[in-house]
């Protein structure tokens, strides 16, 4: 299996893959018509990559294509509708990061509260200012507010809760129980939060429906002073929004995601927000750790070899969760050769669609039985042609 590495990624993943039989070629360099290239000439069965996008005409150039792995959490820089489109599994590393992404999210919090980026800046530049940097609020007691409680969301409330903060969250998946076991205080939407908090951090995947979370309203329900920090997608966040309450209500800004983000890793940098004395910018750097790196390596690897091995994608994530099945046809069968393919037979001549299916076998392999879900028009003359077959035992047909 030929493996293509188009970002940098710890050598623990190249190690454990050739081990494993894979043919890999590492090429961090490779990021758009370079990458489309390079997959057209070398024909991988896997891709890997962090940020580096894959494109629809990336998918078109290696038919070969079979696994795209991302080797992080979120995956909208992979266009996974047009992998699924071709039948290529897209998986991702979640949870590896979140530690990493935690910490930085804390360090802003400590990095707005006592004004460090300035501090340093101002000591550089051969200023000294204690009077204006001596006056920090402090942030015990403060209420931070979680909107997201993925691993991340949950890795920054074990460190906020450490270091004496209150929490107040929202998220679709948080119940009374399980803020009652966290100990933090249920809110009943990211406005609510808002509206609760000190400190307002995002903690959620940039999807259609996170698009802007952090809106007007959003910005507008803030207390005056308040802290934004966003760790997780530009997308997010409405930023004309976010700019409007920097100067309507003073709050303060903490990025590590931002529009028109630089692509590349390193070089001349602008930026609107670059210079704006109420927001603070870091470089996108939220998993990068060595830990966070390293931890991303081995899963990357795990779920390719896997694959490999098994057949089966950990942590995919554009498989239907609810496939189009109607019906299920469950046949116990001889485990002889053949029996499957004549069974598929009568259900293609009936223009049943096979949705799923599973073949489990019985101890001594001398009996087995297909639970196939389909989705047609059932027809019980169909099924009495597949009872009538040879080597069937019983058929059952039910509706789902």
């Known amino acids: ?33 370079s990458l489309t290239a390079v997959l057209k000439e070398w024909q991988p069965q896997v891709l890997v990559v962090r940020s580096t996008k894959v494109t629809a005409a990336d998918f078109a150039a290696a038919p070969s294509l079979e696994l795209v792995v991302r080797a992080g959490a979120g995956y909208d820089n992979i266009d996974v509708s047009t992998a699924s489109g071709l039948g290529v599994f897209v998986a991702n590393c979640p949870g590896k990061n979140s530690a990493a992404v ?20 101002d000591a550089r530049a051969g200023q000294w200012n204690k009077e204006k940097y001596g006056s920090a609020s ?64 995002l903690h959620v995947a940039s999807t259609p429906g ?11 329900a803030m207390k005056p002073g308040a802290f934004f920090i966003n760790t997780t997608r530009a997308d997010v966040v409405d930023e004309a929004a976010m700019l409007d309450a920097i ?40 998993a990068s750790t060595e830990q966070a790196q390293e931890a991303i390596a081995v899963e990357a690897g795990r779920v390719i070899l896997c694959y490999r091995q098994t057949g089966d994608v950990p942590n995919c994530v554009n498989l239907a969760t609810l496939s189009p ?29 096979v949705q799923e299916m599973e073949n489990v076998v019985f101890d001594e392999a001398r009996a087995a039985c297909a639970y196939i879900r389909f989705d047609g028009n059932p027809d019980q003359e169909v099924v009495d042609k597949i009872t009538a077959l040879e080597d069937i035992l019983a058929v059952s047909l039910i509706r789902l």
């Open 102 to 121: 935690a910490e930085l999210t804390i360090g802003l919090v400590l990095a707005l509260d006592r004004s460090l980026p300035d501090n340093v800046m």
């Open 325 to 353: 099945a109607t019906h299920q046809l469950t046949v116990r069968h001889l485990d002889k050769v053949g029996v499957l393919a004549r069974i598929l037979k009568e259900m293609s001549v009936a223009h049943w669609n």
């Open 247 to 286: 100067e309507k209500k003073g709050i303060r800004v903490a990025l590590d995601v931002f529009s028109d983000e630089p692509s590349s890793k390193s070089g001349p940098f602008s930026h609107p927000f670059a210079d704006h004395p109420s927001i603070y910018l870091t470089h996108h750097i939220g």
């Open 138 to 201: 402090g942030i015990k007691g403060k209420t931070i507010g979680v909107i997201g409680l993925g691993s991340i969301g949950k890795e920054v409330i074990k460190r906020a809760k450490g270091m004496d903060m209150k929490v107040v969250c929202w998220s679709r998946s948080l119940t009374d129980e399980l803020a009652g076991e966290l100990g933090i205080q249920k809110a009943d939407s990211a406005v609510a939060v808002a509206g609760a908090s000190d400190i307002v951090s």
């Open 210 to 220: 996170t698009r802007h979370l952090a809106d007007a309203e959003l910005f507008n």
């Open 1 to 33: 299996m030929k493996v293509l590495l188009a970002d940098s990624l710890s050598d623990t993943v190249v190690t454990s893959l050739t081990r494993g039989g894979c043919i890999v070629e590492s090429r961090p360099e490779l990021k758009g018509d």
